[in-house]
């Protein structure tokens, strides 16, 4: 079946730097888009970043444009973030989901269980 | 950035109840809207995108629609396994952006 994991969460001081990684199993990675999305504790979600099936293709939002890094191997069949400059305003819940693109569909299905960064000094 | 503007944001409905959802556009997106319900503690599901479709596997009485920029999640008969809190996206334009949440609970 069809599954993602992220990892790479954790506690970091203001500043810091982390690396997220999604790997995923049950599909053919290398046919879809991959998209991170975030949820700070008891608030809404967030859309963050996504990257076409080839890697050629990427947009970040403005709120972490310049900070965070999308990446992917799909040799591998993994997915990273790369953030960098990470503010208190970073913490949250971060999500990888492979993203259907179909036509004019997009979805986002499914997504994994989601790993914790705090940032906190 | 394209605003969605969801409400409620919670409800309290017996079960059995018809429950309804809306969220609002801040411009036109055509159908390019998904519904996602997530579980305490869980990661979102998709649940119907295109406005209206029900992903498959999804329980039919779940359903959507759209008017202009006003778009409907409906649940016909609430369940206990449907307390959640869902979140409308859009898709029409980056960023996509999400809905506030709409928390449902059993009266």
């Known amino acids: 079946q069809v599954q993602l994991v992220e990892s790479g969460g954790g506690l970091v001081k203001p500043g810091g730097s982390l690396r997220l990684s999604c790997a995923t199993s049950?599909?053919?990675?290398?046919?879809?888009?991959m998209t991170w999305i975030r949820q700070a504790p008891g608030k809404g979600l967030e859309w963050v970043s996504y990257i076409s099936s080839s890697g050629s293709t990427i947009y970040y939002a403005d709120s972490v444009k310049g900070r965070f890094t999308i990446s992917r191997d799909n040799a591998k069949n993994s997915m990273y973030l790369q953030m960098n400059s990470l503010r208190a305003e970073d913490t949250a819940v971060y999500y990888c989901?492979?993203?259907?693109?179909?036509?004019?569909?997009?979805?986002?299905?499914?997504w994994g269980q989601g790993t914790l960064v705090t940032v906190s000094s | 950035d394209i605003q969605m503007t969801q409400s409620p944001s919670s409800l309290s409905a017996s079960v059995g109840d018809r429950v309804t959802i809306t969220c609002q556009a801040s411009q036109y997106i055509s159908n390019y809207l998904n519904w996602y319900q997530q579980k305490l503690g869980k990661a979102p599901r998709l649940l119907i995108y295109d406005a209206s479709n029900l992903k498959t596997g999804v329980p039919s009485r779940f359903s959507g629609s759209r008017s202009g920029t006003d778009f409907t999640f409906t649940i016909s008969s609430l369940q206990p396994e449907d307390i959640a809190t869902y979140y409308c996206q859009q898709y029409d334009d980056l960023p996509w952006t999400f809905g506030q949440g709409t928390k449902v609970e059993i009266k």
């Open positions: 989901a492979r993203t259907v693109a179909v036509a004019g569909t997009r979805g986002l299905d499914p």
């Open positions: 049950g599909f053919t990675f290398s046919d879809y888009y």
